[in-house]
């Protein structure tokens, strides 16, 4: 995977975008929101506006409010020209939406800030900025600043191509006009199987999301260090790329051991850089049987993302993620009559009593896409892996490699269901946790990109 300059035969429709400006959504479907304008910023009409700022959907447009309520502008779309180094705070964002690790906090931005009327009279909020400084808070907002910076430059580099790649995939919706409202979640349903997975290209008024399901975009707030900031300029332009064409570099916290394939989580396709591999430096074997994913989950093999050292991972992991402490293997434990709450609360349908969960499909990791649920009204099967973690858990379970045992009461019904469990997150592409170890360890960005993205190369495209 060597790097190579001045290479511009990518045939990206978006490359000249994806070089200057992004709009990322912070906030959507909002009434109201107090903003602070830190600066000056002009708005359409050129007046200059500074401090804080309440803003409300009514019934035809957005109204602009000073401090006093005095009306200072109003429209459908309007924007925040930032006047030179002005930035902008949001109170109460949302981040990691649906996951156990959800929270509020302050943010505050770097660019323009612009308000977009939604036709059904709501606001979406959302930040232009230049592409390369997205990527200094991407990075890190995803992992901690203080991370090595081998481990960041690799960082900057997958979350860039990830970034050019959705852009382009974005575009070539909207080109074949076969963009519909909900062609995010692709969805498959007969009475007894439920198939669904999630895609980036939902979003119609900017171009990315600022939570996990595109990348975790949160300000500047958390850039503490220089690092973030000397990844981003050192690996300038420099993507990942297959075949002459920019990767969808995916990534995730923890493999568990061995990172996925693409199909489980989303699409029915091989992505030749998004094949399994074994994260460490032993060879490779497949989970192909139940028996081989007991044995897997049940042990605690050598690998990257193995790691226990609680130092070690302070560097690498944002403080709200370090709460989750059991990531490599973990287990949870339901009363029957609970889960049964869970899912039908979950996916609307009232299974009766429970009988069996049972595991159909397993990628190589280990992680279930198609699974199995008996119970005494109906029995359904669902994937992928998403929708069985968001199915089994009052939030989301953190992956779906589990193995289940269950328990029986004198009566012979369940009692209990007690799920064995290893990694966090869909696994495939770039396993975090397991850069950070690797960077720790003395790896280079390149060797850790060649060793989860196998058969790739860097190339400088700007
Ligand atoms: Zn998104
Ligand atoms: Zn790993």
Known sequence: MEEKSGHNLLGFHSMQKACSTIRV????????????????????????????????AKKDSIIIFDKKKHIVSSGQDIRFKNKGDSTFTLFDVAIDIGFHWEKKERQVFKGDLVLKRRPHGTIAIINEIEVEDYLKSVISSEMKSTAPIEFLKAHAIISRSWLIYALKEKDNVLLTKERKKDQHCKSTMDKDQIIRFYEQESHDLYDVCADDHCQRY?????ISTENPVRAVIETSGIVLTYNGLVCDARYSKACGGIT???????????????????????????????????????????????????????????DFDIKTKDFFRWQVRY??????????????????????????????????????IRGTKKTIRIGKELEIRRWLSHT???????????????????????????????????????AGVMALKGYKAEEILRHYFPGTRLEKIY
């Open 25 to 56: 959504g912070i906030k959507d479907e909002q009434s109201e929101a107090v903003i602070g304008l830190n600066g000056v910023f002009l708005l359409n009409d050129g007046k200059e506006i500074t401090g804080t700022i309440i803003v409300e």
């Open 335 to 372: 009363k029957r009559k609970e889960l049964e709450d869970i899912i039908c609360k979950k996916s609307g349908y009232d299974l009766g009593k429970i009988q069996e969960i049972k595991p159909l499909k397993r990628g190589p990791s280990g992680r279930i896409f198609l699974l199995e």
């Open 396 to 434: 989301h379970l953190l992956s779906s490699a589990f193995v289940i045992e269950h328990k029986y009461d004198d009566l012979g019904d369940i009692d209990t269901f007690t799920f064995y469990s290893a990694g966090w997150g869909h696994g495939v592409g770039l396993c975090q946790i397991g």
């Open 260 to 318: 996925e394939e693409y199909k489980t989580a989303w699409k029915d396709m091989d992505i030749p850089y998004l094949k399994s591999i074994y994260d460490g430096e032993k060879s490779f074997s497949p989970i192909l049987t139940e028996k081989d994913a007991k044995s897997w989950i049940c042990s605690r093999p050598d690998a990257f993302c193995n790691i226990k050292d609680r130092e070690m991972l302070r560097m690498i992991l944002p």
């Open 218 to 222: 949160q300000g500047i707030t958390k």
